[in-house]
């Protein structure tokens, strides 16, 4: 700003003398030394001001490649916090992706098969967005991971990581979180919602939402949790979800909506999951019309 102030101001002074000395040219040495001057002053200046631009836009363009790196760092920090391999037996397969709106994602979904031979399912949307949402998501799932095997009930699990997770953030911070655990010598699903979208279960006889649980956690340090439960016959079918799915609005503003995620996934139940989950991101993709402003986060699990 110092370096436009001086240019104008220079500016404004050489056209002043060249305006009132322009018949003096001739006839006064002072003039035209003091126009010489002031021109010579003002293409010094000009120069100065291009040279720290110059700089400047070197150091944007070396801040903005050191950022970029950071974020593809985190990106692939973040990718390898995934489950590499997803189950395909003991009664389950298991179908997942998620898409990060920007870059890294503060969605997560989790697999962990534990020694006792219970399966963890668990997907989960942190509040907010970017490297904070991203910090957090990996915070609660190293600490799910911790006290997941020495937790006797989902209902235990989800009260020890709403008391951590209450205690190592703001109070305007909190996550809506799914926790399951698949009994496979019952056939068993023990569950519990923690505030977060309601999975689909399109069921032998009939469809249903898996709505037993509480609030998200992180929102009170001393919640309590019901723990559902539901006996999943093969070719059963559950569809666990974050709000980037049924929340991509189109150009009216109507959202995707859990129903048209139930019908499409009712119509096309009987095929692989990878290509039920293809279908839904198109679908998604399509209504929305434009990139998506959330992460999106689809589970898909199929009891055999």
């Given amino acids: 700003m110092r370096d436009k102030i ?4 220079f500016l404004l002074v050489a056209g002043v003398l060249l305006f009132l000395g322009r018949g003096l040219l001739q006839r006064s040495v002072l003039v035209t030394w003091g126009l010489t001057f002031g021109g010579t002053t003002v293409v010094a200046v000009l120069l100065v001001l291009l040279y720290r631009l110059r700089l400047k836009l070197r150091a944007s363009r070396v801040e903005l490649a050191r950022k970029e790196a950071e974020l593809n760092f985190a990106r692939e920090v973040q990718r390898a916090l995934f ?3 997803l189950p395909h037996g003991d009664g389950l397969e298991v179908s997942a992706v998620c898409i990060p709106a920007s870059g890294i994602s503060g969605d997560f979904y989790d697999m962990l098969a534990l020694p006792d031979g219970r399966l963890i399912l668990a997907i989960a ?3 907010g967005k970017g490297i904070s949402a991203a910090i957090l998501m990996a915070n609660l799932q190293a600490v799910l991971r911790t006290v997941a095997a020495d937790s006797p009930s989902p209902s235990e699990v989800c009260r020890k990581l709403n008391h951590h997770l209450h205690q190592v953030t703001d109070p305007a911070w909190f996550a809506t979180f799914f926790y399951a655990e698949w009994h496979p010598a019952d056939r068993r ?4 919602n923690a505030g977060h979208n309601l999975p689909i279960l399109l069921g032998s006889n009939h469809n249903q939402r898996l709505t037993q649980g509480g609030v998200p956690l992180g929102m009170f340090p001393a919640s309590e ?6 006996i999943l016959q093969p070719s059963d079918l559950l569809v666990l979800y974050s709000d980037g799915i049924t929340e991509a609005a189109a150009a009216s503003g109507e959202e995707f909506g859990e129903v048209r995620l139930e019908t499409l996934v009712s119509t ?6 990878a290509r039920i989950q293809e279908r839904i991101l198109e679908a998604v993709r399509h209504w ?7 992460d999106m986060t689809l589970v898909i699990v199929r009891a055999i």
């Fill in 83 to 85: 489950p590499r391999t």
């Fill in 288 to 294: 929305s019309g434009k990139e998506p402003e959330d």
């Fill in 125 to 127: 949307d942190i509040s």
């Fill in 268 to 273: 096309h139940r009987d095929e692989p999951l």
């Fill in 189 to 192: 699903l023990c569950y519990v």
């Fill in 225 to 230: 949790f019901d723990m559902g439960q539901v």
């Fill in 6 to 9: 001086y240019l104008i101001s």
